[in-house]
């Protein structure tokens, strides 16, 4: 009998298309023989990007992908810090998955700057959750006065853990249910004041106490390293350990251009090369209105940016 498909969310906007190429590409490959329901909710995909993705689910049998429109402006008066202006409102509409997968179950919620180096997809997606609502990997914070007065702010009990949303096994019908989407909306007008991840600080109050936690194996956010052979997905969470990142330090952008080339964005391989030759000599980026340049790897000067 052959096994139900595998259903993996992700969010983006129309220019992080080629990015959820790559990483939509490297789940594929490492998992042969499996069938993906691939989610993509977006607000402004553009015919051209829907169609080189149509050319993934033809290369690729027993794979399809799903483009999900959502109303900005459901979203717009949502709180956004200046501080993290490079998340896109897109990360939010994770909050209303229940709704907008309206005839599924369960989905696997991923961010786009991943990459997955190993098999096993199905564990993840056939995971027992044990009666709760989400199951993901705890996010590592320094236990500090500070966090420990946010998380009491956030309405978390002390014995209550913190996760990341990056990676989230969703039971969807138990959602619809208990009627989360409305309360994920709630809390964002009611904690507006205090948050600082968004959509990741919603999720934690709200599922508080009904989170599964899993191994960091399925999400892993510490430095990239070839030798770590447990891992499934890698997660790089800092703006300058991207994969696509032309920043002098960063070694991940070999393991991208490896699925970039297995993708319709392949022609887009030599620059991709060429913008990484110019890293190391030439960098700027902008993080937490901060705007910087880098010269060699040093950095040559810094300006904070009105928000």
Request: charged share 25%.
């Amino acid at each position: 009998m052959a096994k139900e498909p595998i259903s993996i969310t992700y969010s983006i906007t129309d220019n992080w298309a080629q990015h959820l190429a790559v990483a939509l590409t490297s789940v594929i490959v490492h998992n042969p023989g499996e069938r993906f329901r691939f989610h993509v909710l977006h607000c402004d995909v553009t015919p051209a990007t829907r169609a080189r993705f149509a050319e993934i689910e033809k290369a690729n049998p027993g794979v399809t992908i799903e483009f999900h429109s959502v109303d900005p402006a459901r979203f717009a008066d949502f709180p956004t810090p200046a501080c993290l202006s490079e998340i896109p409102l897109a990360a939010c509409y994770r909050l209303a998955l229940p709704e907008i997968l309206g005839d599924e179950e369960r989905t696997i919620y991923s961010d786009v700057d991943v990459l997955t180096v190993r098999g096993g997809v199905r564990a993840l997606w056939e995971m027992d959750l044990g009666g709760n609502v989400v199951a993901a990997v705890s996010d590592r914070h320094d236990d500090t006065d500070d966090f420990r007065m946010f998380r009491r702010m956030l309405g978390l009990k002390p014995e209550d853990d913190y996760f990341c949303s990056g990676l989230l096994v969703m039971d969807l019908g138990a959602m619809r249910r208990d009627g989360y989407v409305s309360r994920f909306f709630k809390a964002a007008f009611r904690l507006r004041d205090i948050i600082v991840y968004v959509d990741q600080d919603i999720l934690n109050s709200v599922c508080a106490g009904r989170i599964r936690p899993i191994s960091d194996k399925w999400n892993c956010a510490d430095s990239w390293s070839p030798f770590r052979k447990d891992v499934v997905q890698w997660h790089f969470q800092c703006q300058t350990s991207k994969p696509w990142c032309n920043i002098w330090k960063c070694t991940t952008w070999l393991p991208y251009l490896r699925y970039l080339l297995k993708t319709p964005y392949r022609g887009n391989a030599l620059r991709f090369v060429w913008g990484h030759v110019k890293g190391f000599f030439w960098f700027t980026y902008t993080k937490n209105c901060v705007h910087r340049c880098l010269f060699c790897g040093i950095r040559v000067w810094k300006r904070r940016i009105q928000a």
